[in-house]
């Protein structure tokens, strides 16, 4: 018993050890739970203004949530958005860190020299299309839990819990409803993750240079050519995750309007108004002025940026424990 007991140990240890895509969706995982419940309230507040528009401030939404609901109003929704989120962000990043190492490898071939892993390095360009196919992958296989997620949000009272949500949406308007809104998602995603991926990454290189020279006298390398490692300062970080959501959020919100618009459609008695995510973005357009499509991104921005930023810190984070490293 005890010999099959050490088998079992060492064969887990040997897993682990080479388990680096497992860890890397653990690590992506872990970030995005810890970020999305952190900022759980401004991403409720926003995901009112954006179905329900309206002018009310962010605060005073705040106020009124927490008078009419308390509490427990800031984190409506949030088990089902960790449910999504923690997936999400584990496969953002696993597919994030593969799609970059295939593309050098894709590069490095064509090279005659070899040791090209140390000298070639992915453009900013490069980055960004990696982070938008890798976004896209992740909320394709996710969506399910974003349409519930969004009906939790804005019907508390309604459904006890994630399945009675998702049985009610199926109810209403058929399976097809767990779908609904896909197409901005999946447009909006390849800009909001590579827009993303791209500004922190691109950041996060030029500054690790800029500490590297400054702490080295101009130098990059130690005595065996090996890259000096150096280790950014938290705040600085965080600035880059924020710098990073904040773009992210602006360049892809109009979408994320569309999308929670034409999620509620044909549900709790809202009427079906848009049958195609251009003829959304029409009517909004045409009916509340393109100021519509902005609509909530103030919250958003607020929600995405800190959130954003505690992500990229969780994730070097668990990276640092796990013992990965990134290219």
Known sequence: MKAINVGIMQSASHFWKNAERTKFLLAG????IVSRTAVSPLEVVATMQMVQGGDKKMLQELSHLFQSEGIRGFFKGNAANCLKVAPTRGVQFFAFENLKTRMLKYKCRQMPASGCEDTVTLSPLERLAAGGVAGMIASS???????????????PGKYGSIPM????VVNEAGFSGLYKGLAPTLVAMFPYVGVEFMIYESTKIATEKYYRRRQNDGMETDSNGELIQVMLPVVVSLGLGALAGAAAQTSAHPFDVVRKRMQIQGING???LYKTTIGCFKGISRKEGVGALYKGLRPACVATIPGTAVSYIVYETMKTWLGLSSV
């Open 29 to 32: 995982a872990v970030a995005g």
């Open 141 to 155: 296989m996710v969506y399910p839990l974003e349409v519930v997620k969004t009906m939790l949000t804005m019907y």
């Open 165 to 168: 949500a998702a049985r009610a």
């Open 270 to 272: 809202n009427p079906t």
